[in-house]
């Protein structure tokens, strides 16, 4: 019986905030201090939990970072003005909006109000329209953890055929527009609740991503022998966490991730990319200017 090798996000992750470090220093040492923003609204403890860790991974790079909290019977207005008050503070370098927000708030409106130069999620209109584009810009942060996840272990994209299962805001949506650049030409089936089949459009693919939400969804008899499949979607239960592939997959799978460790730590490095990279874009605009005056 075959065993798929373990895709390691913990490992890859490491390996990023290790090089991040080196690149907050230096921006240190160029008068630029790179600070992270969080708005987190309600008491979901996923969203807690996920926020702690990534303050806890700001701390580690030596990122500053700035904590909003607001209770779940926060109003829009008062949303709005969290993500106004980010935009106008000079020490935040990029923020997120910890999604979900509660049902009562207009989340769109929200994410459109982010300044796009301060979007470190990416999932501002200009920024998602960028990615349409092809110009660059701040990138989604799990799709980005996932595509570097696979090439750091060596898992073709070019060519090969995706199956998403998921088409939510965060995951699914920019992973199918980011896999289907040039840059990728990727081939992606992109799954949604009303897809008939998804089981034979798994088995019909090289790689699985399982962003879907449902705990063990995808089955050992929807992977074709070899495939890559990626574990994204988390369901929290008395037991622990599951995730959205059937651990059996291993039996089939040439590759895959566990319900933890694999994508999640890449998604917070990305995130931990996108600020370093928004300061590093601030420092060339201010070398520029410098280097235009003398
Ligand atoms: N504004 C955003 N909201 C949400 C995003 C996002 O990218 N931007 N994605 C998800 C949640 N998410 C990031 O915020 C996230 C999910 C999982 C992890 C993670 O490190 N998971 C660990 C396990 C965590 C645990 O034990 O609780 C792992 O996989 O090992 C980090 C971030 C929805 N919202």
């Given at each position: 019986?075959?065993?798929?090798?373990?895709?390691?996000?913990?490992?890859?992750?490491?390996?990023?905030?290790?090089?991040?470090?080196?690149?907050?220093?230096?921006?240190?040492?160029?008068?630029?201090?790179?600070?992270l923003?969080?708005?987190?609204?309600?008491?979901?403890?996923?969203?807690?939990?996920?926020?702690?860790?990534?303050h806890?991974d700001c701390a580690?790079v030596?990122i500053?970072s700035?904590?909003?909290?607001?209770?779940?019977?926060?109003?829009?207005?008062?949303?709005?003005?969290?993500?106004?008050?980010?935009?106008?503070?000079?020490?935040?370098?990029?923020?997120?909006?910890?999604?979900?927000?509660?049902?009562?708030?207009?989340?769109?409106?929200?994410?459109?109000?982010?300044?796009?130069?301060?979007?470190?999620?990416?999932?501002?209109?200009?920024?998602?329209?960028?990615?349409?584009?092809?110009?660059?810009?701040?990138?989604?942060?799990?799709?980005?953890?996932?595509?570097?996840?696979?090439?750091?272990?060596?898992?073709?994209?070019?060519?090969?055929?995706?199956?998403?299962?998921?088409?939510?805001?965060?995951?699914?949506?920019?992973?199918?527009?980011?896999?289907?650049?040039?840059?990728?030409?990727?081939?992606?089936?992109?799954?949604?609740?009303?897809?008939?089949?998804?089981?034979?459009?798994?088995?019909?693919?090289?790689?699985?991503?399982?962003?879907?939400?449902?705990?063990?969804?995808?089955?050992?008899?929807?992977?074709?022998?070899?495939?890559?499949?990626?574990?994204?979607?988390?369901?929290?239960?008395?037991?622990?966490?599951?995730?959205?592939?059937?651990?059996?997959?291993?039996?089939?799978?040439?590759?895959?991730?566990?319900?933890?460790?694999?994508?999640?730590?890449?998604?917070?490095?990305?995130?931990?990319?996108?600020?370093?990279?928004?300061?590093?874009?601030?420092?060339?605009?201010?070398?520029?200017?410098?280097?235009?005056?003398?």
């Amino acid at each position: 019986m075959t065993t798929a090798a373990k895709i390691d996000g913990k490992r890859v992750a490491a390996e990023l905030k290790a090089e991040l470090a080196v690149r907050v220093k230096a921006l240190h040492e160029a008068g630029i201090d790179p600070g992270l923003g969080t708005i987190l609204v309600g008491d979901d403890p996923g969203s807690h939990s996920y926020v702690a860790g990534k303050h806890r991974d700001c701390a580690e790079v030596g990122i500053a970072s700035i904590r909003i909290e607001l209770p779940a019977s926060a109003t829009q207005a008062e949303i709005e003005a969290a993500v106004q008050q980010l935009n106008e503070d000079p020490s935040c370098t990029g923020f997120i909006v910890q999604l979900p927000l509660p049902p009562h708030v207009d989340t769109h409106r929200v994410l459109e109000l982010i300044d796009p130069d301060k979007d470190a999620d990416g999932l501002h209109p200009t920024n998602l329209g960028k990615l349409v584009l092809g110009t660059p810009a701040p990138l989604p942060c799990t799709p980005r953890g996932i595509i570097e996840l696979l090439r750091q272990h060596d898992v073709p994209i070019t060519g090969q055929r995706f199956c998403v299962i998921g088409c939510g805001l965060t995951v699914g949506r920019p992973l199918g527009l980011m896999l289907t650049r040039p840059t990728e030409h990727a081939t992606v089936t992109l799954c949604n609740i009303e897809t008939r089949d998804v089981a034979a459009h798994a088995r019909a693919s090289d790689v699985i991503v399982a962003a879907a939400g449902v705990a063990h969804l995808v089955k050992p008899d929807w992977v074709s022998p070899g495939a890559t499949v990626l574990s994204v979607g988390i369901t929290r239960t008395i037991e622990g966490i599951l995730g959205d592939v059937d651990p059996n997959v291993d039996v089939v799978a040439g590759k895959m991730t566990g319900a933890t460790g694999g994508v999640g730590p890449m998604t917070r490095a990305m995130l931990l990319t996108n600020i370093v990279e928004i300061a590093e874009q601030q420092l060339a605009a201010r070398e520029a200017i410098v280097g235009a005056l003398t």
